[in-house]
């Protein structure tokens, strides 16, 4: 099983940044991809940006997509998400999974969530 531990949250002005990490322990398991997630106020849990450990592609949201950069340290099975510019509706609680393959088998693990607040 997979492990996540999230770090990085915290309060920011309107315009300013924040970087999230999440480090994950695979144990036996093998990396496929480590993504972002988020999930606003009131809001359902929303697709922030995905990498993948092989060939490195990248995808972001359209919401997020020149503001936000995933970069990611294989050896240390580790992910950041740089946040910049961040506006209000960035609020939310930011979830990292990672999707990985052991024996044979697919799992996408969660981790326990950040807390990010944006203020005007």
């Known amino acids: 099983q997979v492990q996540l531990v999230e770090s990085g949250g915290g309060l920011v002005q309107a315009g300013g940044s924040l970087r999230l990490s999440c480090a994950a322990s695979?144990?036996?398991?093998?990396?496929?991809?480590m993504s972002w997630f988020r999930q606003g106020p009131g809001k359902e849990r929303e697709f922030v940006a995905i990498?993948?450990?092989?060939?490195?592609?990248?995808y972001y949201a359209d919401s997020v997509k020149g503001r936000f950069t995933v970069s990611r340290d294989n050896a240390k099975n580790t992910v950041h998400l740089q946040m910049n510019s961040l506006k209000p509706e960035d609020t939310a609680v930011y979830y990292c999974?990672?999707?990985?393959?052991?024996?044979?088998?697919?799992?996408?693990?969660w981790g326990q969530g950040t807390q990010v607040t944006v203020s005007s």
């Open positions: 990498t993948h450990w092989s060939g490195g592609s990248t």
């Open positions: 695979l144990r036996t398991a093998v990396m496929v991809a």
């Open positions: 999974a990672a999707d990985s393959t052991s024996h044979g088998t697919s799992t996408r693990s």
